[in-house]
């Protein structure tokens, strides 16, 4: 599985894995594990765990655990468990337990 230090894309993104820094405008999306910063003006997606901070004009999406800092004007939506604080102008979503903060105008939800 590629290993990327940086990886930039103009309209998107399928990464195996990344262990630094990725920016796209319509999407990024990591198949493992993102670790780094991850920044969108539409959505990102990592399939298994994040311990990053993501920007997303639309939304954040995280298949499993999350120790982050997330931003998205959309939504933040993680499969499992959330260790870090939450900020969307939507929803911040979070499977099981959040270990932090959830900052939402639309609503925050846990569990």
Avoid: H, K, P
């Avoid at 901070?53 to 120790?67: E, H, K, L, P």
Wanted: net charge neutral; hydrophobic share 45%; glycine share 20%.
């Amino acid at each position: 599985m590629q290993v990327y230090l940086e990886s930039g894309t103009i309209l998107g993104g399928y990464v195996g894995r990344v262990d630094g820094f990725e920016m796209g405008s319509w999407f990024n999306a990591v198949r493992t594990d993102m670790t780094g910063l991850q920044v969108c003006a539409g959505a990102n997606g990592v399939g298994r765990d994040l311990a990053a901070v993501q920007f997303a004009a639309g939304a954040n999406v995280i298949g499993r655990d999350a120790g982050i800092v997330q931003f998205a004007a959309g939504a933040n939506v993680n499969g499992r468990d959330v260790r870090g604080v939450q900020f969307a102008a939507g929803a911040n979503v979070a499977g099981r337990d959040v270990y932090g903060l959830q900052f939402a105008a639309g609503g925050n939800v846990a569990g």
